[in-house]
């Protein structure tokens, strides 16, 4: 099921004395907080928080959010979760959210009936994402998210076809 609203990064901390907060992004990266104008406090979108300025610092992300003015009503908002709303976010096509991946059954592209298992959990190692498949049994296995090896992506069904390279699942030779 896609969600309309995905958490981006969590208040950290203070920053200086005017209210700004230090947000730790569970984003790609601190410049894809910059676009947002508004964020949630909550995962169905019912507590909004204007985003009056955004800056890259290092890998955190320093916010100055409306309302919050003063070092100690900033303090109050540390460790709150951030979430966005889809509609909001500008991605290239043929991309997705780590959160939309999730759950989704991963099968054999060449043998549709064929399923290895669910999509549990997605590492970022920097050259290419790895893909944790949990087959029923509760056995875990990685495959390299790379385009000879995730043939379709369809989040709105929740199915992922995959072409696995030989090796990766116990009946591969």
Known sequence: MIKPYLEVGQIVSTHGIKGE????????????????KTLYFDKKGERSIK???CRPNGNIAI???EGID?????ALYRNKVLFMNR???????????IQDLIDCAVIDA?????????LTDVSQTGANDVWHITDGSGKEYLIPA????VIDTDVEKGIIKIRPLKGIFDDEN
């Open 110 to 118: 060449d043998d549709e009936s064929k399923k290895y298992g669910t």
């Open 146 to 149: 790379i385009p000879p090896v």
């Open 63 to 65: 916010m100055k959010l």
């Open 87 to 97: 509609k909001d976010a500008k991605i290239a096509p043929g991309t997705y959210f």
């Open 51 to 53: 985003v009056l300025s």
């Open 21 to 36: 907060v230090r947000v730790q992004p569970w984003c790609d990266s601190t410049e894809f907080l910059k676009q947002f």
């Open 70 to 74: 003063t070092v100690e009503q900033a």
